[in-house]
């Protein structure tokens, strides 16, 4: 088994063509490992754009490629993939994140009219591979790339990322420093029907509580203070995408208020929650007495 690598960089623009924005690639660089995970093979090429004669600027200055290298390659994306589908083989392609692979299916389907890879045999999402490995549990933001070589003391150089030959390397250092054979696994998917209608589904957050969806056992909230389950004092109610409701603790006598988030993904529903502490009520200032008004009166 070998496992191919593979990064992308690309160029948002519009087609007047078919009327619709485009991310158009415009250089692939890829790794390919043994089963010892060892570097082997290499790739690297720049792609000729075909869609726009232009570069976002954001795309220029993080990448520091120019147009002028790209007309230079004179390598257009029909080229760039047939070299490429040779390098892949049968291995396992492996992207940082389903970003590429999703760009890649697009390019795929502006040119050849399928967005179905027809060389693709094996993928594995290597960011949520990572994620696992490492115990990363932050639901609120991805792992990131540089990140994650962080966190395993790989040593790289800031201004060297965001090329595609040079992030691909650094993903395949961290695939090897946190391999484990029988995870891997849980994460490789045969390209099947299946398959592109998981990778191509959107995740979103279920806003409807009559939703089947929705696992109204999980709406509940401990205190954050004594773990003792809440009481429940308002009704459910939907703000930014996410229910919530006031609680309190008998014990503690804590006021916070409960949000809980449902994100339907593709055979799965993601739950999160967030207790946000409330503001004690200011106590109602206490009336004058009848005694005192009197004697104000008769002053």
């Known amino acids: 088994m070998e496992y191919i690598i593979l990064d992308l960089e690309f160029n948002g623009t519009y087609s007047k063509h078919r009327h619709k924005f485009v991310n158009e690639i415009i250089e692939f660089g890829a790794v390919k490992c ?3 995970l060892n570097i082997i093979d290499t790739f690297s090429e720049l792609v000729t754009p075909q869609i726009s004669k232009k570069l976002n600027s954001h795309v220029s200055a993080l990448t520091h490629i120019t147009i002028d290298e790209l007309k230079e390659s ?3 994306f029909s080229r760039v993939i047939s070299h490429f589908r040779k390098f ?11 970003s590429d692979i999703l760009v890649l299916m697009e390019n795929y389907q502006y040119f050849f009219g399928n967005d179905k890879l027809s060389f693709l045999k094996y993928y594995v999402n290597l960011q949520k591979y990572c994620e696992r490995a ?3 549990n932050d639901k609120a933001r991805q792992l990131g790339l540089s990140t994650c070589a962080e966190m395993l003391g790989i040593t790289f150089e800031d201004e060297h990322l965001h090329r ?13 420093a ?8 849980q994460y490789l998917y045969t390209c099947d029907d299946d398959f592109y209608r998981r990778v191509t589904f959107k995740n979103y957050n279920i806003c409807d509580l009559k939703d089947p969806n929705v696992n109204r056992r999980e709406m509940y909230f401990n205190c954050e203070t004594c773990g003792r389950r809440a009481l429940r004092r308002s009704k459910w109610r939907l703000k930014n995408r996410s229910f919530r409701a006031n609680f309190r603790c008998l014990r503690c006598h804590k006021d916070f208020e409960g949000r809980i988030t449902f994100k339907q993904c593709y055979d799965h529903v993601n739950i999160t929650k967030k207790a946000v502490d409330l503001p004690p009520k200011e ?7 009848a005694s005192n008004d009197t004697q ?3 002053e």
């Open 164 to 176: 595609a030959y040079t992030d691909a390397k650094l993903t395949a250092l961290c695939f090897k």
């Open 74 to 76: 004179n390598n257009t």
């Open 178 to 185: 946190l391999y484990d054979p029988e995870l891997l696994k």
């Open 283 to 289: 106590k109602p200032k206490k009336a004058k007495s």
């Open 134 to 136: 490492i115990g990363y």
């Open 34 to 36: 043994d089963e010892q």
């Open 88 to 98: 892949l083989g049968d291995g396992v392609l492996m992207t940082w994140s389903n």
């Open 296 to 298: 104000n009166n008769n």
